[in-house]
Structure formats: structure tokens, C-alpha cells
């Protein structure tokens, strides 16, 4: 399929430790951003990157949460020493950007569960 | 920091019934788009409205843009089953940066 796909789709960890988050953008999309979705919930700005760059991780929870993209494609979100409270969907979305106002194309999401 | 309160949080109706969600903040946004969410599924783009005042019409929704670019309404008539899940209303923080703040989302719930 052409759209964002994340992997795995469900993750369930104990607490403490740690986990890693994939996600495949749009192939050709610049930009590639990262949000936490709490149940019933609007999503939470995590990060985003052009290309290789990180260019905002000003939402990060705190320093155990790590992303990266190194080739400018493909992204991946690490949890260090996961706690209860990392609970959550984490969506991925990748636009363009086409310089104007962009449409951001979400994954399904990764549903993350911290026992 | 900017918020977008959605109201109501929750809503459930008949097949037929038109509705209103509202979106509202303090801060005034250059854009606002709205979104729509299905279980297991990311939000998707249902319009971008850009000019304070600015009304976008998509089949049976009708998008609104406040004149002072402050809060946006979705106005659905004649709801169906299918218009089921969460709406969610964003905008960029600032003109700067392609990050989107969220609204804290409206459950719509159509029944038969």
C-alpha cells in the first residue's frame, strides 16, 4: 500500500523495558512527525524531522524517549525504562510539504501497553 | 501555550439529526483543519480552513472559520451511521513550524 504503516501495531511491555517504534512514511514525504494519542484523547505532539533533521522535540515526555531517522525515510521511536504512564497510541504521520498548508497522512498507530 | 477545547466532548444521535461541534482557543491560528478518527485508525483530513469568516461546505458537513481566527465550528446535517468516530480540530502553533496542536476531540456517535 502507498499510505504510512507502522510496526507493530500492538506492543505490550513490562515496566522498565525498553521499546522501539517503527514508521515507514509515504515514500517521497519530507517531513515525518510523531504524536501520543491518550484514550478518547486528541493527539500529542511528540517530534518531527525533515528529512534527517530533527527539527522540534520540544514534546518529548522526557529524556528516555529518543527518535531518529537517520536516512531521512524510515523513523523510529525509542522508550527507555517504560512506565505505566507511556500507555498510549503513538501515531505517525509524514507530509510533503508542499509549502503551503500540508496535509498530514497518519499510520494506524502503535498501541503501547506498560504493565 | 495554545489550547483548542472542543465541545462537547460527547455526543450521540439518531440517524437524520444535524449536530454542531465547536472548536475554540484563545490564540488566533492561521489555519485550522479538522480531522476524523475511526477505532485502530489515524486521524484523517476532512478540510483546511485558512480566511477568518471562511465557510467550506464537504457533501453534508459544513466547515466555519471564526472571523478573528480564534474557534472553527463542523456542522454535519442529516447525520448517517458512517459519520461515526472522533473529530478532532488542529492548527500549527505558530507559522514557523509544520507541527500540529490537537483538540482534546468530540465522540460522535451515530445510532440507526
Known amino acids: 500500500g502507498a499510505g504510512v504503516s507502522q510496526s507493530p501495531r500492538y506492543k505490550v511491555a513490562k515496566r522498565g523495558q525498553d521499546v522501539a517504534l517503527r514508521c515507514d512514511p509515504i515514500?517521497?514525504?519530507?517531513?515525518l512527525f510523531w504524536y501520543q494519542q491518550a484514550l478518547g484523547q486528541g493527539p500529542e505532539f511528540l517530534t518531527y524531522?525533515?528529512?534527517?533533521?530533527?527539527?522540534?522535540k520540544s514534546g518529548l515526555p522526557s529524556d528516555r524517549f529518543f527518535a531518529e531517522r537517520p536516512e531521512g525515510s524510515v523513523s523510529t521511536l525509542k522508550i527507555q525504562r517504560t512506565q505505566q504512564e507511556d500507555s498510549a497510541v503513538y501515531l505517525c504521520?509524514?507530509?510533503?510539504?508542499?509549502?503551503?498548508?500540508?496535509?498530514?497522512?497518519f499510520g494506524p498507530g502503535t498501541r503501547l501497553t506498560v504493565l | 501555550t495554545q489550547l483548542l477545547e472542543q465541545s462537547p466532548q460527547f455526543l450521540s444521535i439518531q440517524e437524520g439529526e444535524n449536530l454542531t461541534v465547536y472548536c475554540n482557543s484563545s490564540?488566533?491560528?492561521?489555519?485550522l483543519q479538522w480531522y476524523r478518527q475511526e477505532p485502530g485508525e489515524g486521524p484523517v483530513l476532512l478540510v483546511t480552513?485558512?480566511?477568518?469568516?471562511e465557510v467550506k461546505k464537504l457533501k453534508r458537513l459544513t466547515f466555519q472559520f471564526g472571523d478573528a481566527r480564534k474557534d472553527s465550528s463542523l456542522h454535519i446535517t442529516a447525520a448517517q451511521t458512517g459519520d461515526t468516530g472522533l473529530y478532532l480540530c488542529?492548527?500549527?502553533?505558530?507559522?514557523?513550524?509544520?507541527?500540529?496542536?490537537f483538540g482534546t476531540g468530540t465522540r460522535l456517535q451515530v445510532f440507526p
Open positions: 504521520a509524514s507530509s510533503l510539504p508542499s509549502g503551503g498548508i500540508d496535509e498530514q497522512f
Open positions: 515514500s517521497g514525504h519530507v517531513s
Open positions: 524531522f525533515q528529512n534527517e533533521a530533527q527539527l522540534d
Open positions: 490564540s488566533v491560528f492561521s489555519s
Open positions: 480552513v485558512v480566511t477568518g469568516g
Open positions: 488542529a492548527g500549527p502553533p505558530r507559522l514557523d513550524t509544520d507541527k500540529l496542536i
